[in-house]
């Protein structure tokens, strides 16, 4: 079973539209962190925002929030009123220890590529 | 400035002929990492260190190989490459494993015929 679900290939809407991005993750793990990156594309990967397993506060950040349900294993992601250069995959990752104990290995989900039309 | 430098960024290569990809980070980070991303995979882990001269499989070590003798650098070695292992392979790091975020190097676009 994947780790990290993002149920949503692709998504394309039109210029200041708000849109939600889909992040499920599965682990037994009690501590836990929880990622958002951006791969625009010219191909490099950014770091958008970081949450840890105790901390289930939403955030904004401008244009982007972030939605962190425990009780659902979901951490979503909402870009408002969305503009041409937010067109890129975004990837959810989640950080769990490895087998090592003290290991921490980093799943990715497969991406959503979002499609912001003029 | 802080980045993580990768080297060749481009590379076609024949199955069989050993590779390096070196990877190199200035900031000091002790978690370092290689992951490959394929169309419809999304990004993989290959291998992972934690800190100089440890090192640990990912879901996609099979064909790899990889050394963290340096602090700054963790080369990604294909022995015998094939033409499975044709994709897209970044180098990460970060200051811890766990928390922190990973920066990631700009990727290395490797072919095997």
């Known amino acids: 079973a994947q780790k990290v679900t993002q149920a949503q290939t692709e998504i394309s809407v039109v210029e200041k539209e708000d849109v939600t991005l889909d992040c499920v993750y599965e682990?037994?793990?009690?501590?836990?962190?929880l990622f958002w990156y951006k791969q625009p594309p010219s191909g490099e990967l950014v770091f958008l925002i970081r949450r840890n397993s105790f901390d289930e506060q939403n955030e904004i950040s401008g244009r982007y929030s972030w939605n962190f349900q425990k009780s659902t294993s979901s951490f979503n992601f909402t870009i408002t009123a969305s503009q041409v250069v937010d067109s890129a995959v975004y990837f959810c990752?989640?950080?769990?220890?490895?087998?090592?104990?003290?290991?921490?290995?980093?799943?990715f989900g497969k991406g959503t590529l979002l499609t912001v039309n003029p | 400035e802080a980045q993580v430098t990768q080297n060749p960024r481009y590379l076609i290569t024949v199955t069989g002929k050993k590779l390096t990809v070196t990877c190199s980070q200035n900031?000091?980070?002790?978690?370092m990492s290689w992951y490959r991303q394929d169309p419809g995979l999304g990004l993989r882990q290959i291998y992972y260190s934690m800190n100089v001269e440890v090192t640990d499989k990912g879901d996609v070590p099979e064909g790899y190989k990889v050394s963290r003798k340096e602090k700054r650098n963790f080369p990604l070695i294909l022995e015998s490459p094939s033409p499975n292992q044709t994709s897209l392979y970044f180098c990460?790091?970060?200051?811890?494993?766990?928390?922190?975020?990973?920066?990631f190097g700009p990727g290395t676009r490797l072919t095997v015929l």
């Open positions: 990460a790091s970060s200051l811890l494993a766990g928390y922190n975020e990973q920066f």
């Open positions: 682990t037994r793990d009690t501590t836990y962190y």
């Open positions: 900031m000091n980070h002790e978690y």
């Open positions: 990752a989640l950080s769990e220890e490895g087998s090592g104990g003290s290991n921490y290995k980093l799943t």
